[in-house]
């Protein structure tokens, strides 16, 4: 027998209380060991959390500040005033588009609620990037635009976005 099956014959010999010997070497960071040890939807939670807290709330804090800036100076805010010039449609296509790209990269045309998710992100932030430019457009030739339907809409594709976005993120993440 030569030295190295003497030795691995050894490793797999019991000990007197029943066990056998170990003779791997930890090379793991505690954080890999955390890491292994975390499961796929615990992982999913801790990225939508991120993204809610960096993507979401930090994107809609602009507005809040226009909000409270506004109502410091005693005028009378309407949501329409603050919301009615098409700001939210670039924070939608900035969710939407960060929510495709991790999607796409990952196989989105392996399954078809993944597939579903990353066309309708991809729709979306097309559609409110073109919408935005619209916008602009008309605001330098100083365009008389109705805030309240914009107001309306934008906050509905967001929300559409929002929740799209959110099951992506955790879709991707799960898809790891």
Same mark, same amino acid.
């Given at each position: 027998?030569?030295?190295?099956?003497?030795?691995? &014959?050894?490793?797999?010999?019991?000990?007197? +209380?029943?066990?056998t010997?170990?003779?791997?070497?930890?090379t793991?960071?505690?954080?890999? @060991?955390?890491?292994?040890t975390?499961?796929?939807?615990?992982?999913?939670?801790?990225?939508?959390?991120?993204?809610?807290?960096?993507?979401?709330?930090?994107?809609?804090?602009?507005?809040?500040?226009?909000?409270?800036?506004?109502?410091?100076?005693?005028?009378?805010?309407?949501?329409?005033?603050? &919301?009615?010039?098409? @700001?939210?449609?670039?924070?939608?296509?900035?969710?939407? &588009?960060?929510?495709?790209?991790?999607?796409?990269?990952?196989?989105?045309?392996?399954?078809?609620?993944?597939?579903?998710?990353?066309?309708?992100?991809? %729709?979306?932030?097309?559609?409110?990037?073109?919408?935005?430019?619209?916008?602009?457009?008309? %605001? +330098?030739?100083?365009?008389?635009? +109705?805030? @309240?339907?914009?107001?309306?809409?934008?906050?509905?594709?967001?929300?559409?976005?929002?929740? &799209?976005?959110?099951?992506?993120?955790?879709?991707?993440?799960?898809?790891?």
């Amino acid at each position: 027998m030569t030295e190295a099956q003497t030795a691995a &014959a050894d490793a797999q010999t019991p000990q007197p +209380d029943g066990t056998t010997p170990d003779t791997t070497v930890a090379t793991t960071s505690p954080q890999a @060991e955390q890491a292994v040890t975390t499961s796929p939807w615990e992982r999913a939670i801790i990225r939508a959390m991120l993204w809610f807290s960096f993507s979401v709330i930090l994107s809609l804090l602009p507005l809040f500040a226009a909000f409270i800036f506004k109502s410091t100076k005693g005028e009378v805010v309407t949501y329409a005033e603050v &919301a009615g010039k098409g @700001e939210l449609l670039i924070i939608t296509t900035g969710m939407a &588009a960060a929510a495709a790209g991790d999607l796409w990269a990952k196989g989105a045309a392996k399954q078809w609620l993944t597939t579903a998710l990353a066309c309708l992100n991809t %729709a979306l932030a097309i559609f409110t990037t073109l919408w935005f430019g619209y916008l602009t457009a008309l %605001a +330098d030739e100083k365009s008389k635009v +109705d805030q @309240e339907f914009i107001a309306t809409w934008s906050t509905t594709m967001f929300v559409i976005s929002f929740l &799209a976005s959110g099951m992506s993120i955790i879709r991707a993440e799960l898809r790891q």
